[in-house]
Each structure stands twice: as C-alpha cells, then as structure tokens.
C-alpha cells in the first residue's frame, strides 16, 4: 500500500520559515519524481515545486529563491524548505509522487498539511 504523510505545517508570521517533509512508503522511491502542490481556497491545485529522480528541481515563478526541495532518498522523504514566507502562500500542501513503470503512469497524493502565514 502506498503511503505519503506530510509534516510540518502549521501557522507561521509573515517573513518566516517552516520545513514540510513528506514520507514516503509503498513504493521505489528513488524512481520517483516527487512534486510538492498547493491548494488555497478557491484556487486550483498548482505546482509548487518538484524534483525528478535524478535530482533535477524546478519552481513556480512566485517561489523561486524562497523555497528549496530536496530529497533523501535513504528515507524514502522529500522536503521543502519554505523562507520568506508571505500570506499569499497560504494553503493546503501536498505531496505528490509520479513515475512511469513498465508504461504505466503512476501517479500518488499525500493527504495534505496546511501551511498559515498570518500575523
């Protein structure tokens, strides 16, 4: 059974930090591009940032040098590491799993944690 858990959510000021993690069990995760997403209400579901499995990352533009992922893949754990946080980067965040295997798209969701940026 496939499993992504995230943490590390929670409530933080404007101009400050917090580190998702999301674990992953279930699969072969080193085969796996992993994608962090965000959803706020009434808004689509968008791109945050991801990371393909060779270890080449890419950002939505409004993140770009605030928000860093990574991946250990001795843990089977991605990460994003979130600075400069503003209100608009409020919403749920999920992590996301993908890869094709034997040409069949796998395609995998974490349950979300929800990131507050308030004052």
């Known amino acids: 059974q496939v499993q992504l858990v995230e943490s590390g959510g929670g409530l933080v000021q404007p101009g400050g930090s917090l580190r998702l993690s999301c674990a992953a069990s279930?699969?072969?995760?080193?085969?796996?591009?992993m994608g962090w997403y965000r959803q706020a209400p009434g808004k689509q579901r968008e791109l945050v940032a991801g990371?393909?499995?060779?270890?080449?990352?890419n950002y939505t533009d409004s993140v770009k040098g605030r928000f860093t992922i990574s991946r250990d893949n001795a843990k089977n754990t991605v990460y994003l590491q979130m600075n400069s946080l503003k209100p608009e980067d409020t919403a749920v965040y999920y992590c996301?799993?993908?890869?094709?295997?034997?040409?069949?798209?796998?395609?995998?969701w974490g349950q979300g944690t929800q990131v507050t940026v308030s004052s």
């Open positions: 279930g699969i072969i995760f080193s085969l796996y591009t």
């Open positions: 996301n799993a993908e890869s094709v295997v034997l040409l069949t798209a796998l395609n995998y």
């Open positions: 990371i393909t499995a060779g270890g080449r990352t």
